[in-house]
């Protein structure tokens, strides 16, 4: 039982309110503000894309270069139905796709295993640190050339190219979220006679989680990035390839709606990342729990 004057954001509550009328309070308007949240994020798109469109009917913008929504959509109805002049629409989205999953997962495996072994051993984080920034300080891109060139134009050197942009990205935050894992718990497990892998499975790995995540939501995108590139420097199918042709076509509405399929696409793998990370980290306070 609340005995005293409380008031959060705009609610406030009287001396005597129950902790559940607090709590339904508190959910009113979290699920209030949820909803403010997404009208304004659908309004802000369709007035976004009807300004775009009107822009283009009254020819503000040339049409030539920046297409039209109904000209993308247009596009990517007749890509669905009829194909694209390099195959299905599918079958490309399936290469990029594939390309950008091999690479996001080995590139994450890889990160997170050589972030946390560093990270737990100084000595050897002293010896390979200048290699790891040496290589790290390499433009991504100017390597796709490199890669197709000793691994040819299929999936490997996509893969590979992936790789390399996810590897650094997850790297560098579970080697820092293991540096900043709380030396209090780890004296304390010390004590309590905790093994080196105990200590790491059951102290460390947890605490670094917040930072492995924080990389994977970002790390996907440059998955993406990675396998249009290249495609775009050397395929022969894959969205990368679609955008190349489309380019050297003039094919404004080509172009955007091959962007606009990928970024679908990375907003699902987006959602499809947080849903697995609520589910692993549950043992973390709720960030949304304000009621403003």
């Known amino acids: 039982m609340a005995n005293v004057t409380m008031e959060t954001g705009s609610v406030v509550f009287r001396a005597g309110t129950s902790d559940a009328e607090i709590e339904a309070a508190a959910l009113k308007s979290i699920k209030h503000r949820k909803q403010t949240v997404l009208f304004w994020q659908i309004a802000i798109l369709i007035g976004s894309l009807g300004l775009w469109e009107l822009s283009s009917d009254m020819l503000w913008i040339d049409p030539?270069?920046?297409?039209?929504?109904?000209?993308?959509?247009?596009?990517?109805?007749?890509?669905?139905?009829?194909?694209?002049?390099?195959?299905?629409?599918?079958?490309?989205?399936?290469?990029?796709?594939?390309?950008?999953?091999?690479?996001f997962f080995t590139g994450s495996i890889a990160g997170v295993v050589v972030g946390i072994t560093l990270g737990r051993n100084k000595f050897l984080s002293d010896i390979f640190s200048v290699y790891i920034k040496a290589i790290n300080s390499i433009p991504r891109v100017v390597l796709a050339p490199i890669f197709i060139m000793i691994m040819g134009l299929g999936l490997p050197s996509k893969v590979a190219l992936a790789f390399i942009m996810v590897f650094f990205v997850v790297f560098a935050n579970a080697f820092q979220g293991v540096r900043e894992a709380d030396r209090n718990m780890i004296a304390n497990a010390r004590i309590l006679g905790a093994s080196d892998w105990q200590v790491t499975r059951t102290v460390i790995v947890p605490s670094a989680m917040s930072w492995i995540f924080a990389s994977l939501h970002v790390s996907f995108g440059f998955a993406i990035i990675g396998a249009i590139v290249g495609e775009f420097v050397g395929a022969r199918f894959g969205i990368g390839q679609l955008i190349s042709i489309a380019k050297g076509t003039f094919d404004a509405a080509g172009m955007f709606a091959a962007i606009i399929l990928v970024m679908i696409f990375t907003l699902i793998a987006e959602t499809i990342m947080t849903l697995i990370e609520n589910r692993l980290a549950k043992w973390r306070p709720q960030q949304h729990l304000d009621v403003q």
Do not use: K
């Not at 195959?87 to 594939?98: D, P, R």
């Open 64 to 103: 030539f270069f920046y297409a039209s929504p109904s000209a993308v959509v247009e596009r990517l109805y007749d890509w669905a139905i009829n194909g694209t002049s390099e195959g299905s629409l599918w079958y490309n989205l399936w290469v990029t796709m594939e390309e950008a999953l091999i690479g």
